[in-house]
């Protein structure tokens, strides 16, 4: 996929976002303040994307797209603003600017995350096309649900908080973690699109198995940048040294980290053999997430 392409995704979702947000009832304006702060400007909007290039490659209609991206975005900046919290990973900076709680204050930020969690459910309830049916409508809404929640990514900020301090965790309870908080919502990306749409079962499984090893391999990414990379990503990067928490930085040595995510990539990459070259952008998607590890 070309740059070019990726950058019209972006500036159709950032388009449709703040759309989206202008059209909504938010009577407070200290709570509307502070989720537009929360949102814009973004990040790399990874999980909008994978919702874009997953979707086109089982063709399902843009219409649902947008308002697929809008939820999982809204969804995932409610965890940013709550993870920053003094009583989580207490980090009082986010994508280069201070975190909500500190550019508002603590109970803001509190409810400013609730706020867009909920938001996330209204959008899907009320905004995506009449083309879907109500079945599909419940079950895309159903994917989010579930991987925000308890069953997602609930449990892994408490397992994050509680057993990542300890000194006897091992791979599999660090895997389980960081699938549980960020690899769940990363597959939801996928189910919700596969929801909305009619794939084939072999193509399904592929990119399930395609969002299992990106989720996976982004958070070791992360872990290898934190204690590798240039210092300069944007976000109070000491939280977890500074809360002694175990990383897979921790548990590997620079060399072995790399060829393990070299390997996930791998993984990833074999995944979307299923599908032509010249009928999908997920390797571009890739080969973009891979170039901060050759800086």
Not at 24 to 43: M, N, T
Not at 117 to 141: D, W
Not at 239 to 261: G, H, P, R, V, W
């Amino acid at each position: 996929m070309s740059n070019q392409r990726m950058g019209e995704y972006l500036i159709r979702h950032e388009a449709i976002l703040k759309n989206i947000l202008n059209r909504l009832d938010i009577p407070a304006p200290r709570i509307q303040e502070a989720i537009l702060y929360a949102l814009f400007p973004g990040g790399k909007r990874l999980r909008p994307m994978l919702v874009y290039l997953c979707g086109k490659l089982v063709n399902v209609p843009l219409d649902s797209l947008d308002i697929i991206a809008v939820a999982i975005e809204l969804t995932h900046c409610y965890s940013l603003v709550h993870d920053d919290l003094p009583s989580m990973d207490n980090d009082d900076f986010r994508r280069g600017k201070p975190s909500c709680h500190r550019a508002f204050d603590e109970a803001t930020a509190i409810l400013v995350g609730d706020g867009m969690q909920a938001l996330a459910i209204e959008i899907l309830l009320n905004f995506l096309p009449k083309t879907l049916s109500l079945r599909q409508v419940i079950a895309v809404t159903q994917e989010l649900v579930k991987a925000s929640g308890p069953a997602g990514m609930v449990s892994g900020q408490s397992l994050d908080l509680s057993e990542l301090a300890k000194p006897h965790i091992d791979e599999a309870q660090l895997c389980e973690i960081h699938q549980l908080k960020t690899g769940k919502l990363i597959s939801a990306c996928i189910n919700m699109v596969l929801a909305a749409g009619t794939p084939s079962p072999e193509m399904a499984e592929a990119l399930r198995r395609f969002a299992t090893h990106l989720g996976l391999v982004f958070q070791m990414q992360d872990d290898y940048l934190d204690r590798y990379g240039n210092g300069k990503l944007g976000k109070g990067r000491a939280s977890d040294a500074a809360n002694q928490k175990i990383t897979f930085a921790t548990l590997y040595d620079k060399k072995e980290l790399l060829s393990i995510i070299q390997n996930l990539y791998l993984q990833a990459h074999q995944e979307l053999s299923l599908f032509s070259p010249d009928d999908h952008d997920l390797l571009c998607l890739l080969r973009s997430l891979q170039k901060p590890l050759e800086m």
